[in-house]
Nanobody
């Protein structure tokens, strides 16, 4: 049974930093590309960042480029999202997801497994 468990969310002031993690189990982690998405109240789930299976390629939404960094540790079956210069607009539930495919890294439909999400709230 595949499980993706996010952690590390919380409340942070604008301009601050936060790191969220996603621990995977039940799959061969290094064979899956990973992604982070977020969903704010009343909005659709949107792409944030993605990383290839071995971490050699990373992708970011324009809204977070230069502020967020995605990384992974295949020995620990974990993917991370380091968030900096946080803004109130970054407030959302953050989800990690795993996909076996190599394309469409920014589409929710391309992902095979999803975590339950972790809340990130940025106060002004």
């Amino acid at each position: 049974q595949v499980q993706l468990a996010e952690s590390g969310g919380g409340l942070v002031q604008a301009g601050g930093s936060l790191r969220v993690s996603c621990a995977a189990s039940g799959l061969t982690f290094s064979t899956y590309a990973m992604g982070w998405f977020r969903q704010a109240p009343g909005k659709e789930r949107e792409f944030v960042s993605a990383i290839s299976r071995l971490g050699s390629s990373t992708y970011y939404a324009d809204s977070v480029k230069g502020r967020f960094t995605i990384s992974r540790d295949n020995a620990k079956n974990t993917v991370y999202l380091q968030m900096g210069s946080l803004k109130p607009d970054d407030t959302a539930v953050y989800y990690c997801a795993a996909r076996i495919g190599r394309s469409d890294y920014d589409r929710t439909a391309a992902y095979d497994y999803w975590g339950q999400g972790t809340q990130v709230t940025v106060s002004s």
